[in-house]
């Protein structure tokens, strides 16, 4: 007789320890699941990942332009020149400007 409730004691125990681990492993696997940043959020979170690969390529791009406008500036003269002519208005004396004037439409 003790060596029966015994077991049933031993079995008792085990469904109860059973129990409590299962419902540890489904609790963390809800929180896996279902907590910000888990697998629900992996999609949105890949998606936002893609645009800012795609937004680092193009700054490295523009940044890319821009060394290559500052080097052009600091080794040719004449480019720097230019470019400080357009920028300020100036012409040489072997340009020709030519200003076009555009006069408003008349309603009738």
Known sequence: ??????????????WVKLGLSSAAVLSF???LIFSEGGF????KLSKERDAQ?????LL???KKKIEEYLEKL?????FAMET??????LVSPTETIYRI????EVKN
């Open 29 to 31: 696997a809800g929180w």
């Open 74 to 78: 600091e080794t040719s003269d004449e």
């Open 60 to 62: 490295q791009a523009r």
């Open 1 to 14: 007789m003790r060596a029966r409730t015994q077991d049933k004691k031993i079995r008792i125990l085990f």
């Open 101 to 104: 004037k555009v006069e408003p």
């Open 84 to 89: 400080a002519a357009r920028r300020y208005g």
């Open 40 to 43: 629900k959020d992996s999609n």
């Open 53 to 57: 690969v795609a937004q680092i390529a």
